[in-house]
């Protein structure tokens, strides 16, 4: 794998921890999960009317986007567990921005998921 295949494969899965945290900063809204007990009409509008929702869905779009490219230039088994890097990066960041806890196991289940993902990657 080439040094741009690598970088390819980081912006998809960054762009996904992306997603993954704006759309849980967009669902923790309280207009939003008050919105679902007046009506689903409402709270699909409430939905698709918040900015953080909005921004997680377009970074979903162009992790794919991007994870097509890199599809077309690397072996499917090779690219994919790198996706596992996601996990770190949606734990981390879920950690700093949406304080939420930091166990023990979440952090011994990430350096197995990072230890598979150098295993498997390598040539």
């Known amino acids: 794998m080439n040094i741009l295949s690598v970088s390819l494969i980081l912006i998809s899965v960054s762009l996904s921890v992306l997603a993954q945290i704006l759309l849980k900063q967009g669902m923790s ?16 509008l409430a939905i ?8 997680g869905l377009l970074a979903y779009v162009s992790s794919a986007a991007v994870w097509l490219g890199v599809l077309a230039k690397v072996d499917v088994s090779k690219a994919y567990p790198f996706v596992g890097l996601g ?7 879920a950690y700093w921005f949406l304080h939420e806890p930091l166990t023990p196991n979440k952090v011994i289940g990430t350096v197995l998921i990072v230890s598979g993902v150098l295993l498997i990657s390598k040539n």
């Open 29 to 44: 809204n309280s207009e939003i999960q008050s919105s679902f007990g007046i009506s689903l009409t409402s709270g699909v």
């Open 48 to 55: 698709f009317t918040n900015l953080f929702i909005i921004g």
């Open 87 to 93: 996990f770190i990066g949606t734990m981390l960041f």
